[in-house]
């Protein structure tokens, strides 16, 4: 079992920053993959970025350039820092976890991140 827990959520105005974190604790083995999701009122939850534990990465097109995520392997967090920040980025965030040894997939209780315009 994999627990994460997730931070950084809050009231923004547009145009600015926000970092939000994601903590797993518990069976988490060297090969896995960790990543950020957002989910707004009426809309399916939508991949915004990636992350392998080599550092490999991917995004959305809609944040590109704007958002950058990273993970720290020893404390097994990954963090989203999310710029220039645009009232269609409001949503709530969760933090997903795959563990790629045995295909397990694990979400956080998701952080609600609100720009206002």
């Known amino acids: 079992q994999v627990q994460l827990v997730e931070s950084g959520g809050g009231l923004v105005q547009a145009g600015g920053s926000l970092r939000l974190s994601c903590a797993a604790s518990?069976?988490?083995?060297?090969?896995?993959?960790m990543a950020w999701y957002r989910q707004a009122p009426g809309n399916q939850r939508d991949l915004v970025a990636g992350?392998?534990?080599?550092?490999?990465?991917n995004y959305a097109d809609s944040v590109k350039g704007r958002f950058a995520i990273s993970r720290d392997n020893a404390k097994n967090t990954v963090y989203l820092q999310m710029n220039s920040l645009k009232p269609e980025d409001t949503a709530v965030y969760y933090c997903?976890?795959?563990?790629?040894?045995?295909?397990?997939?694990?979400w956080g209780k998701g952080t609600l991140v609100t720009v206002s315009s």
């Open positions: 997903k976890f795959t563990d790629l040894n045995d295909g397990m997939t694990y």
């Open positions: 992350i392998t534990n080599g550092g490999s990465t």
């Open positions: 518990g069976s988490i083995f060297s090969i896995n993959t």
